[in-house]
């Protein structure tokens, strides 16, 4: 079964060392987004990157390689996203925040089968 919407995509750019009252940073946003029921939460660990400092983290020098950067992404209808939003402003001390209208479709498994 297809189940098509339109939706709003987050996708939050934090630090892998980023803490939030003694948690990841990501895995507490993650919590957040799931006692809220929020439809989808991701955490994607990047292998470089930098952001509005301009100091690359990387994988490749040993000394950096625990401070990595981190994309958060979570997927759900405006309604609940905008919420959301509003909760994560005092977490993010450093990072950045996108936005996007999305198209959603999300397959199910057919109940009759």
């Known amino acids: 079964m297809e189940f098509e919407t339109d939706a709003k995509l987050v996708m939050i750019y934090v630090n892998s060392t980023d803490q939030w009252h003694g ?3 990501y895995s507490a ?3 957040m987004c799931k006692d809220r029921g929020i439809a ?13 400092r301009g100091q690359i983290h990387t994988t490749r020098l040993v000394e ?8 958060v992404d979570v997927v759900d209808i ?3 996203i905008e919420p959301l939003l509003a909760a ?9 925040v996108a936005v996007s209208d999305v198209r959603v479709r999300r397959f199910l498994p057919d109940p009759k089968a």
């Open 64 to 71: 950096l390689s625990e401070n990595l950067p981190v994309r």
């Open 88 to 96: 994560l402003a005092p977490m993010i001390r450093e990072g950045l």
């Open 29 to 31: 946003i993650v919590q």
């Open 78 to 80: 405006a309604e609940r």
């Open 40 to 52: 989808g939460a991701t955490v994607f660990r990047g292998a470089e990157g930098y952001g509005s």
């Open 23 to 25: 948690a990841p940073l």
